[in-house]
T-cell receptor, first 115, second 113 residues
Framework: DAGVIQSPRHEVTEMGQEVTLRCKPI?????LFWYRQTMMRGLELLIY????????DSGMPEDRFSAKMPNASFSTLKIQPSEPRDSAVYFC?????????????FGPGTRLTVL | GENVEQHPSTLSVQEGDSAVIKCTYS??????FPWYKQELGKGPQLIID?????GEKKDQRIAVTLNKTAKHFSLHITETQPEDSAVYFC????????????FGAGTQVVVTP
């Protein structure tokens, strides 16, 4: 199994530009999570999906952030317009929600730098 | 909601010594407690987990203990090696809550040869 795949691994952009992060969950997993990691705030849950449906987006910091999951094998996190304070590592994680199984498997992350 | 506190924030140990990281949680309904290891430039990786119907679990040099009454759980690493150097995160969740984890702030472990 290839694990959770994220792209790009690194992204450098200028303030005001649109940024799109991509995630491919592990095949067969039906829940997907987007996290943001910074030194100051640690790991923050932004949004999560179950069976492609957004369940809780209360962690999304602002309307500039949006996420979609058009099918079971693909999700995007978009920031428009980006700001320097959005600089962080963004992780995608997936899990197979079955009884007694909630282990989340993380991708390698996307390091975003907004200049 | 759930709140997880993790201590210490940094831990330096000599190679071969043991390391212990402690976490407390607030929601008595939490029933699943995973531990993740994050190496530099990588995503967190699950190393061990424990469910509320078990008090202790071991996997080679790592073990996790759970005290449901006191609402705390701990990670124990014995015979530490330089490759154990990483950031370790604890987490707590209720398995029927759509899998939403509450993570601790992390512990930076440094193993010196």
């Amino acid at each position: 199994d290839a694990g959770v795949i994220q792209s790009p691994r690194h992204e450098v952009t200028e303030m005001g530009q649109e940024v799109t992060l991509r995630c491919k969950p592990i095949s067969g997993h039906n829940s997907l999570f987007w996290y943001r990691q910074t030194m100051m705030r640690g790991l923050e849950l932004l949004i999560y999906f179950n069976n492609n449906v957004p369940i809780d987006d209360s962690g999304m910091p602002e309307d500039r952030f949006s996420a979609k999951m058009p099918n079971a094998s693909f999700s995007t996190l978009k920031i428009q317009p980006s700001e320097p304070r959005d600089s962080a590592v963004y992780f995608c994680a997936s899990t197979e929600r079955a009884e007694g199984t909630d282990t989340q498997y993380f991708g390698p992350g996307t390091r975003l730098t907004v200049l | 909601g759930e709140n997880v506190e993790q201590h210490p924030s940094t831990l330096s140990v000599q190679e071969g010594d043991s390391a212990v990281i402690k976490c407390t949680y607030s929601d008595s309904a939490s029933n699943y407690f995973p531990w993740y290891k994050q190496e530099l430039g990588k995503g967190p990786q699950l190393i061990i987990d424990i469910r509320s119907n078990v008090g202790e679990k071991k996997d080679q040099r790592i073990a996790v203990t759970l005290n449901k009454t006191a609402k705390h759980f701990s990670l124990h690493i014995t015979e530490t090696q330089p490759e154990d150097s990483a950031v370790y995160f604890c987490a707590a969740t209720i398995t029927d809550s759509w899998g939403k984890f509450q993570f601790g702030a992390g512990t930076q472990v440094v193993v010196t040869p």
